[in-house]
């Protein structure tokens, strides 16, 4: 199943509490749950001004419509082509 990383605009997003952001978590959690095992969230990286999350879905429509379901921006999905990492290096 095809992964993807999505880009929330979120301001001060690196600002929130911690019990904003477990606010958060519990909304999407709840909105996954709802949609069914075909749509998983992998993690979420909060920097200054966004929140960049990882998750795995049939289609980016997926993403979109849990996004939509939970009142989160997804300002930018991008499908993960490959992933590549220090042992990609490496010769074989």
């Known amino acids: 199943m095809p992964k ?12 929130l509490t911690a019990e904003q952001l477990q606010g958060i978590s519990q909304k999407s959690c709840s909105v996954l749950h709802a949609m069914g095992p075909k749509i998983q969230w992998v993690q979420s990286y909060v920097t200054g001004d966004k929140i960049y999350c990882v998750y795995i879905a049939p289609d980016e429509a997926s993403i979109k ?3 939509e379901k939970g009142g989160f921006p997804a300002n930018r ?9 220090p042992a990609t290096a490496e010769s074989h």
């Open 77 to 85: 999905i991008s499908e993960v082509k490959t992933v590549i990492d």
């Open 4 to 15: 993807y990383i999505i880009e929330r605009e979120i301001p001060n997003a690196g600002a």
């Open 65 to 67: 419509e849990h996004a």
